[in-house]
């Protein structure tokens, strides 16, 4: 059996120091609307997940990694490398604002170019997909946890330039 018990799991870990199992089993069955129920197993940091439906299991991937009570609680798939590499963390999803956006780059093309600058685009949020709130684009990157990062990106086009401003929602230590 080995790994393929395992590999429909989720596994769910925080940066910082974890908080107990009760209050993230509370905090996750509240902010996760599943149709089936979920199995939460701990082995020391990890957090594992087996969820009865598969649907609920692509929920969950699609939101991703959130914020509980401060720290950042990280979602993956499992895989052997997530036990290998446990208390090594090289990369980090973090939500990023950028300001100042020139308009023809407010596409889906232009703001993963814009991003890729940070890291690996996953995401968009709905204020930015939708073009509502356009003050900044709000964009969840995986980002190297052992670079420096931007706190700005320059611009160039063929009749002029400028500067887009980074901010970071959150940032690690690593990343600092």
Not at 122 to 140: H, Q, Y
Request: glycine content about 6%; some cysteine; charged content about 30%.
């Amino acid at each position: 059996m080995g790994a393929k018990e395992w590999e429909d799991m989720i596994v769910g870990y925080f940066v910082d120091k974890k908080l107990p199992y009760s209050l993230v089993k509370s905090i996750v069955e509240k902010r996760w609307k599943l149709e089936g129920q979920v199995e939460i197993l701990l082995d020391g940091d990890l957090f594992y997940f087996n969820f009865k439906k598969p649907e609920d299991r692509d929920y969950v991937l699609d939101e991703g990694s959130f914020h509980m009570l401060g720290k950042l609680f990280i979602i993956r798939p499992w895989t052997r490398s997530v036990e290998e590499d446990r208390g090594q963390i090289s990369s980090i999803p973090l939500w990023v604002n950028f300001y100042k956006v020139p308009k023809f780059l407010w596409n889906p093309k232009g703001l993963n170019l814009i991003a890729s600058v940070v890291g690996k685009p996953i995401c968009a949020d709905k204020n930015t997909e939708v073009k509502k709130m356009l003050t900044f684009a709000r964009i969840c990157i995986e980002v190297d946890a052992t670079k420096e990062l931007p706190l700005s990106i320059p611009i160039k086009t063929s009749s002029k330039s400028c500067i887009i401003d980074v901010e970071y929602v959150w940032k690690p230590l690593l990343c600092t």
